[in-house]
């Protein structure tokens, strides 16, 4: 290895972010641009146009803001999957291109998987269910006999997605979930006696999958039907995410294990945070939450996963490095500690 720094690249949907890990897999902030489109939700080709458009610049900038040159980066790690083809590709390409220029280790790794890691780098859980929230994946997620297996997940739509949706319909833009949890604490903060009665919704739980396109089609017509949207707004949450700490808490009474660490987008709402918590008080477990900049999509997580790869002796020969829009978190063998 030239240098001592691993680079990740992180591409799966509206996000481009590079970001760093060192020798010691110890995390630096990622530089990060997110597509907003002004209209309509993310369409995966142009986001891919955006990643495109922005690489050189986050690159240069993430070198800079780290007193770096090209040479000090030892290790490319890039999201190999699951996530939008097209976007999955800039980042590879991206990733394909330094690796070779610098003539280093190229390492693709698994999205899902850079959650869990990061979270447990940044909290320091050892053994922890992850509850993954975000905008395309809702999964909870428990380490097993080597591998990350998906415990419980959506059957549908991504919480994310399902918040994005719901605020668009009601003219708020991408990504309308930070927008929803401020009209949702307005609502709470000025009407504390509130109850759900006549704002119920159905419930997003299945066994141990979740579901979210009737919870949101349910919180539409609530509007229509001339609820205040604040209120909606409150009710909504409290409904999708009551559903995922459920799922998340029956996984720690199925696995034994009495860690949780929340990941992706969703995982920045309070509320989230909040329930996760007062669910983890009441059976002796303990709920960790990562930095914000650690929950959304991040380039640094990318790295931390690629560095632990690499340390495990795994690289990803060129030959092997097509994206893989499918790919499952339980298809990444895990072996380290
Ligand atoms: P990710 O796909 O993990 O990068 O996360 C993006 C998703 O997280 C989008 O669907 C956002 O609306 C959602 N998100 C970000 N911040 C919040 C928040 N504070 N509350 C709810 N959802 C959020
Ligand atoms: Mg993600």
Known sequence: MTGRWVLGIESTAHTLSFGLVD???????SVSKIIRPTTGGIHPREAADHHVEQSSEIFSRI????????NDIGIVAYSQGPGMGACLRTGA???RAISSHLNVPLIGVNH???????????CGCDDPILLYVSGGNTQVIARLDGRYRVLGETLDIGIGNMLDKFARKHGIPFPGG???EKKALEWITENPDSTLEGLELPYAVHGMDLAFSGIMSAANKLVSDGKPFEAVCWSLQEHAFAACVEVAERALAHTGKTEIVLGGGVACNERMRNMSSIMCQERGATSYCPPKMYCIDNGTMIAR??????????VTKLTQ?????????????????
Do not use: F, M
């Open 178 to 180: 930070p927008v929803i």
């Open 63 to 70: 070198l800079h803001e780290n007193n770096l040159v090209p």
């Open 305 to 314: 996963l690629g560095w632990l790869e690499t340390n495990h002796g795994r």
């Open 321 to 337: 490095s097509a994206i893989d829009q499918e790919l499952r978190t339980d298809q990444t063998p895990i072996s380290w500690a």
């Open 23 to 29: 020798q010691n897999g110890k995390p630096k902030p």
């Open 112 to 122: 899902c998987v850079a959650h869990i890691e990061i979270g447990r780098e940044q």
């Open 93 to 95: 390409a991206a990733g």
